[in-house]
């Protein structure tokens, strides 16, 4: 490891996202102004091109064949229909407003509307910035794509389309972008030094918990509880954790904003958690129910995904292994939780999202060295910054779960929830969309 | 005429087939059903979810023989579906009143 690699990426983290210790604020301040004027750096620049294009993938096709796979045959393009308009529809409202809501100066709640339409976001860099503004507000852009997309994973086989179009774009402007300028857009948790390298809190914990509100809201499937509901092609579903797998090494290494080595420190940590994590979900699955599940090796993946997240470029690989492996084995019970809660959590969004990313946030209060580009966490002698993990926890549940409930109550008296019983037992890609996925005979 | 309907297990179609060819059989036509009878389905887990499902996976054969070749035939697809283990299948034998060979017109035996 370069030891001026991290404080590349401190230059710019500091910059656009204000999250960092006043020291290192004030060292990156430092180096802003011995540069004579700021320039687009090539290597940095390729490498949040091809984030930006690997978080994209995520969505469509990582996250459509993940959840793909696991509804059954008749609501198979109803999933991949939502996540396809996901993209389309967040990259409209991304670029129109969500983006200076985020990122604009705004206050410490919310960004304001000095960058509506993109305005002054141009491709010359700012001071202590490497790479062109326009193209963090698309890697930005990606991310706020997916977090609504992983809602979808909640209410699956029984929404109307019409309900998850209002929702998202509803959610993707009142809950995303404010969430964001909270902690990557100088708002107030950023302020207080809540460590989020690439968005346990914004992306996971908003979902997994905008999620339990939605299943809660919205009701159970027909048959929940009384037959089987189970996933129609799990070698969709493998695929899409393997798409997922690649494409978070540019959502968590990509996070580092340039091509350095605060970006190859997130890289191994986000494969070693991953790793620690399947490993874990596979062998505690195989001692209490008998049998290694495919199933099981794809959402403990995920998992350790989610819960390296905050934490990919603060922490050692060792931790890493740490992180992963305690992801894996809360979210292996995590998806238990929607039983106690009564919530049909259809593809498990509450399980793997809600608790990989809040046991990620604390774990990252717990493990962050400030060796690898944070600050130090509990283990290194500093047991405030686990306190302003569980501030930005709370904080983020409170305002999700209830902003969701809003919006989802909204939605419900301007088109209703839910599609009719009978439309719902015919499946949505005939009742929704006209379509079969497979044919005329089932 | 008769028509032979057999309830195999899928991994023995190939050698129930190839027996068939052997003894002279000229055609057969197969589908893969669902359905259960003595032997038991079996359990499914989904992130800890089991189900229990109870319809198995088969192969349906259908072949319609003249009267002086069922006893031939059955016999054939009787040795060659067996494992001797439970879930081996059933064969049935019916009536056929007519079959037409659509392409020539031919009726009865001389359409088989």
Known sequence: MKRTSPMTAHVARAVYAAILTPLAVLASHTAAWAQDSPAIDTGDTAWILTSTALVIMMTAPGLALFYGGLVRRNNVLSVLMQCIMCMATVSIVWVVIG?????????????DLSMI??????????????????????????????????????????????????????????????LCHWVWGGGWLGERGALDFAGGTVVHISSGVSALAAALLIGKRIGYGQEPLPPHNLPFTVAGAGLLWVGWFGFNAGSALGANGSASI????????????????VFVEWATRGKPTVLGAASGAVAGLVAITPAAGFVSPMSAIAIGAGGGLLCFFGIRLKEMLGADDALDVVGIHGVGGTWG??????????????????????????????EGVLATMVFCFIGAIVLLKLTDMLVGLRVTDEGEIQGLDLTEHSERAYGSID | MKKVEAIIKPFKLDEVKESLSAVGSSGLTVSEVKGFGRQKGHTELYRGAEYVVDFLPKVKLEIIVSDDNVAQVVETIEKAAKTGRI??????????????????????????
């Open chain 1, 99 to 111: 983006y200076t809501l985020a990122f604009g100066p705004g206050n410490a709640l919310i960004g």
């Open chain 1, 266 to 281: 997130a890289f191994v940590t986000t494969n070693t958690a991953a790793a620690a994590a399947t490993l874990t979900w």
């Open chain 2, 87 to 112: 879930g081996d299948g059933k064969i049935f034998v019916l009536p056929v009143d007519e079959v037409v060979r659509i392409r020539t017109g031919e009726r009865g035996d001389e359409a088989l």
């Open chain 1, 117 to 178: 339409g993109l305005a002054g976001v141009g491709v010359e860099p700012g001071e202590g910035e490497t790479i062109p503004p326009l193209l963090f507000m698309m890697f930005q852009g990606t991310f706020a794509i997916i977090t609504p997309a992983l809602i979808v994973g909640a209410f699956a086989e029984r929404m109307k389309f019409s309900a998850f179009l209002i929702f998202t774009v509803l959610w993707s402007i009142l809950i995303y972008s404010p």
């Open chain 1, 361 to 390: 946030a604390l774990a990252t209060g717990v493990f962050a060295d400030a060796a690898y580009g944070g600050t130090d966490g509990l283990l290194y002698g500093n047991p405030g910054q686990l306190w302003i993990q569980v």
